[in-house]
């Protein structure tokens, strides 16, 4: 992986740091079975591709919000008031995956600068971090909402380099989301797939520099 020293490693969020089972819990104690989860997350990244195309932007509060809307109103699904803000909420209140703050004091420990840069706003991003009492490990937290647009746009990831003031390259980027890694790559970063299950990554063509089923891997690798 390291063509050049790293000298920072930025993550993304969701599905990277953070799971989606305690959410998943908060769903089906609303709506049973039903696939409104997944169905929920598709359009919640459809929605931010389309934003950003379309140069409408909204912070990802109100995104996911209309998201979940959206998706309600496709599944002829009603919820009242108070479910719909009990799921929105758990968004707040994720779990972070088990290895993951292990792996961040590893990577401290080893002298690693440590940086977020997620699509999610600052009001998700902060008390999210917070809940998990991991916002100490990281030197910074950036949001896409910083340029109003969101990954994979070029804007996005710039944000790192100009942040940390450390070039793209020297920095290793790390996401469990397949149109990141594929934005990520395009951008310059040496790039992480962190892959949990056995995916399968469509990338456009660019293979990451690394592959990790665990975060404890890319600590004792770097």
Request: glycine share 6%; proline share 5%.
């Amino acid at each position: 992986m390291a063509e050049r020293a790293i000298e920072a490693v930025v993550f993304d969020i969701y599905g990277t740091l953070f799971g989606f089972g305690r959410l998943a819990e908060r769903v089906r104690a609303i709506v049973g079975d039903l696939a409104l989860l997944e169905h929920w997350r598709v359009k919640q990244l459809e929605h931010s591709f389309l934003r950003t195309i379309l140069g409408e932007y909204i912070d990802f509060w109100l995104l996911t919000e209309e998201a979940l809307d959206a998706v309600c109103a496709q599944l002829e699904l009603e919820l009242t008031a108070e479910e719909r803000e009990y799921l929105l909420h758990g968004w707040l209140e994720l779990e972070p995956f088990p290895e993951v703050r292990n792996a961040l004091e590893l990577l401290r420990e080893r002298g690693q600068r440590l940086a977020v840069l997620s699509n999610g706003s600052p009001g998700m991003l902060e008390p999210l971090l917070r809940h998990a009492d991991l916002d100490a490990l990281f030197e910074v937290v950036l949001s896409a909402d910083a340029v109003r647009r969101y990954k994979p746009s070029p804007a996005v990831y710039a944000l790192a380099p100009a942040a940390l003031v450390v070039p793209p390259e020297q920095i290793a980027f790390c996401s469990a989301n397949g149109f990141d890694v594929a934005g990520a790559l395009r951008f310059g970063f040496q790039v992480c797939w962190v892959n949990r299950g056995s995916a399968k990554l469509d990338s456009l063509g660019k293979q990451p520099h690394f592959t990790v089923h665990s975060l404890l891997e890319l600590a004792e690798y770097l």
